[in-house]
């Protein structure tokens, strides 16, 4: 044991030293430096300096460099591999919610102008070719929304002109409905398949009328070949628009 006073080394059993009589006092050696807890970014709770989680919230205790990918506990300012500044890798940036943006469904749209262009030109050709009393004659469409029997009340009106005059309606819709999804670059499809059903039902629901017209006002022999071009015109072209708002898929895109 070294003497403090004189430097003398002495045997580690007496009290004194044995050059100048000093007393000598037990000197304890360094203990090496212990590391303090460290608290959780999260919840603040002290946790053990050896821990990878909080065992009271459950966080991760490491981080990573963005740099170099070396692990980094919480409170480091530099990463100890690279030097990269990690307050500024770790200080937390509010996510921006991704809006969502739908591709523009090009062929879905071409459809539906295709399928409304057809039922308008069909009202420029027979929808029916009639035999009467061995006589043959086109209905037009012109002439089903002013039918020659009108004088008999409303309801031929509304069985013969009515359905026409819809699908005209519905289909000019879908025409401009086109034109608009075109300078959106945006597609109603929900439109077009509820105005893509409604004008097929609407040729369906003419032709069962005139049908059941016919067979009420002439002999059945009479009424063969009575569904003429217009008319299956006018009920693909409704297919069409139908089926362009119901089928396809637009993919979509994240934007942040």
């Avoid at 300078?183 to 032709?207: D, E, I, M, Y």
Wanted: hydrophobic fraction near 45%; charge should be negative; include cysteine.
């Amino acid at each position: 044991m070294r003497c403090s006073e004189c430097g003398f080394d002495n045997p580690d059993e007496v009290n004194f030293c044995t050059n100048c009589g000093t007393k000598l006092e037990a000197t304890v050696p360094p203990t090496a430096p212990t590391t303090s807890a460290k608290s959780c970014p999260q919840c603040g709770a002290q946790v053990r300096p050896e821990a990878r989680f909080c065992d009271q919230c459950g966080a991760s205790l490491i981080l990573a460099c963005p740099q170099c990918g070396a692990d980094a506990t919480p409170g480091e300012r530099f990463c100890s591999r690279c030097g990269h500044d990690l307050e500024q890798a770790t200080t937390p940036v509010a996510s921006a919610t991704p809006q969502v943006v739908r591709a523009f469904p090009l062929p879905n749209v071409i459809a539906a102008g295709v399928g409304a262009v057809m039922m308008l030109v069909s009202l420029a050709i027979p929808w029916y070719t009639i035999r009467l009393w061995g006589s043959s004659e086109d209905w037009e469409a012109s002439f089903l929304m002013n039918p020659g029997c009108a004088g008999q009340g409303c309801p031929v009106w509304a069985g013969f002109g009515l359905p026409v005059v819809l699908v005209i309606v519905f289909a000019s819709l879908v025409l401009l409905s086109v034109i608009f999804s075109f300078a959106a670059k945006t597609a109603t499809r929900p439109l077009w398949a509820s105005l893509g059903s409604l004008c097929a039902f609407c040729v369906v629901g003419n032709a069962v009328y005139i049908l059941w017209w016919l067979h009420e006002n002439t002999y059945p022999a009479e009424w063969i070949n009575i569904v003429q071009a217009g008319s299956a015109l006018a009920f693909v072209g409704a297919l069409v628009v139908a089926f362009s708002g119901i089928f396809g898929r637009s993919t979509a895109q994240g934007q942040t």
